[in-house]
């Protein structure tokens, strides 16, 4: 099993370790962090293909190819408001880190896929004639009025799978 102290690096480290690492610990990522654990930056496969592409030397230290401004929740973040988050800028993977800044875990979108559901039936009525907002309905039916740039169709299922 992959666990994610495995891929923590420096900025020291080598853009060839960086390799091993993002192969080896199952991630797609590394985790840059000081002498403290403390997240300093991030370096995912697209990192290492772009370094790659700029003809980076395999010496070359992580800091030159890194992300040194990650995206992280504190520790103290609610499943609800990881997974928000991470559909909201297409995320597959959430370092949380603490107060300080210092690494304390690394979620994996794969942690809810079919994990958050809740045992309850749901029925949704999306009918009628549009009377009540015509001539909005004119060309459209009621449910796919759009609400804040969205169908409210969209919005209501959306709010549906929030809730499991």
Do not use: C
């Not at 496969?45 to 980076?56: N, P, V």
């Not at 309905?137 to 929030?162: A, Y």
């Amino acid at each position: 099993m992959k666990h994610w102290k495995e891929i923590l690096i420096s900025t020291n480290d080598t853009l060839q370790y960086a390799i091993e690492v993002t192969t080896n610990g199952g991630w797609q990522l590394a985790l840059v962090v000081d002498g403290s654990g403390r997240l300093t930056g991030i370096i995912t496969d697209g990192d290492l293909r772009r370094a790659l592409t700029k003809e980076f030397n395999m010496d070359v230290t992580i800091k030159n190819v890194m992300n040194s401004n990650p995206l992280a929740l504190n520790n103290k973040a609610s499943d609800n408001e990881i997974l928000k988050v991470m559909k909201e800028k297409g995320l597959k993977h959430m370092p949380l880190i603490d107060k300080e800044g210092i690494v304390t875990n690394l979620i994996s979108i794969e942690k809810y896929s079919n994990s958050h559901t809740v045992d309850n039936t749901v029925l949704l009525m999306a009918g009628g004639f549009g009377k009540r907002v015509h001539p909005l309905t004119e060309d459209i039916p009621n449910p796919m009025l759009l609400v804040g740039g969205e169908p409210i169709l969209e919005k209501i299922l959306r709010s549906f799978i929030d809730q499991g």
